[in-house]
């Protein structure tokens, strides 16, 4: 089982700026890959970032050269660094981490808040 904890959403104002944090129960080493999705009111949940136990990186087009993956493997820890902020980013963002035990699995957390608005 990997357990996972996001944190940093909020209110912030048009143009500003937000890093999410996603703490892992589990090395992140063990991850096929983490990732960042998330889920306007009545719209389908959409993916934002993926970045691959290679290192490699993926990125919605509406985030691209707005927002930045990256990953701190002492702490186990992946990040969204979220620039340059538009009232449509408004969702909640949700942490995906998929592990690899004899089959894929996809774990999910719980969800952080984040709310463009002036």
């Known amino acids: 089982q990997v357990q996972l904890v996001e944190s940093g959403g909020g209110l912030v104002q048009p143009g500003g700026s937000l890093r999410l944090s996603c703490g892992t129960s589990?090395?992140?080493?063990?991850?096929?890959?983490m990732g960042w999705y998330r889920q306007a009111p009545g719209k389908q949940r959409e993916l934002v970032a993926i970045?691959?136990?290679?290192?490699?990186?993926n990125y919605a087009d509406s985030v691209k050269g707005r927002f930045t993956i990256s990953r701190d493997n002492a702490q186990n820890t992946v990040f969204l660094q979220m620039n340059s902020l538009k009232p449509e980013d408004t969702a909640i963002y949700y942490c995906?981490?998929?592990?690899?035990?004899?089959?894929?699995?996809?774990?999910w957390g719980q969800g952080t808040q984040v709310t463009v608005s002036s």
């Open positions: 995906n981490a998929r592990q690899l035990l004899g089959y894929v699995r996809d774990y």
């Open positions: 589990k090395s992140i080493f063990s991850m096929i890959s």
């Open positions: 970045i691959a136990h290679t290192g490699s990186t």
